[in-house]
Antibody, heavy 116, light 108 residues
């Protein structure tokens, strides 16, 4: 059964860093592009980043470019999001999702709270 | 950046009624790059429609998508109790995706 499980969320101070992970199982991880999408409390969805199936291409939303880095380890079936210079406005549930173009299958998300 | 504007913000309907949701883009979007999602409280979103009109696997045929250029529509032919949720459109152009702000379909 296909599964995506995010981890690494928590409370962090502004300006600090955090790394999220997303463990994939039940499908051939290396065959798919992967996304990060976030949702601030009570707000809508915001696309964050995408990485190609072999990790060769990465694209970011303007709001996170230069601060966040998406990466993957196909040998470990795991997706990552390195988040640096965090801001209060980065507070959100972060979802990983499978898809070469659109996020077609989503994990349950992990909450990141940026607060002093 | 392409901006997607969804209307109405909230749609109040009764079970069995037809729901028509609109998504308008600030510039033309290829139909291949337009999708719709459903999100219920406390749950992750679920892909309903991609390529503007193709239903994702397992999605009931009461859900249909249409449109082209800058105007796209999601139609739910007859609302079931489980269809009351928030719906988002998304476009993916130039390797960047943006979502609309969402339409809430609530029970009247």
């Amino acid at each position: 059964q296909m599964q995506l499980v995010e981890a690494g969320g928590g409370v962090v101070q502004p300006g600090r860093s955090l790394r999220l992970s997303c463990a994939a199982s039940g499908f051939t991880f290396s065959g798919y592009g992967m996304h990060w999408v976030r949702q601030a409390p009570g707000k809508g969805l915001e696309w964050v980043a995408i990485i190609g199936s072999d990790g060769s291409n990465e694209y970011y939303a303007d709001s996170v470019r230069g601060r966040f880095t998406i990466s993957r380890d196909n040998s470990k079936n795991t997706l990552y999001l390195q988040m640096n210079s965090l801001r209060v406005e980065d507070t959100a549930v972060y979802y990983c999702a499978r898809g070469d173009l659109f996020p077609g299958y989503w994990g349950k998300g992990t909450l990141v709270t940026v607060s002093s | 950046e392409i901006v997607l504007t969804q209307s109405p913000g909230t749609l109040s309907l009764s079970p069995g009624e037809r729901a028509t949701l609109s998504c308008r883009a600030s510039q033309s979007v290829s139909s291949n790059y337009l999708a719709w999602y459903q999100q219920k409280p406390g749950q992750a979103p679920r892909l309903l429609i991609y390529g503007a009109s193709t239903r994702a696997p397992g999605i009931p045929d009461r859900f249909s998508g249409s449109g082209s250029g800058t105007d796209f529509t999601l139609t739910i032919s007859r609302l079931e109790p489980e269809d009351f949720a928030v719906y988002y459109c998304q476009q993916y152009v130039d390797s960047r995706g943006t979502f609309g702000q969402g339409t809430k379909v609530e029970i009247k």
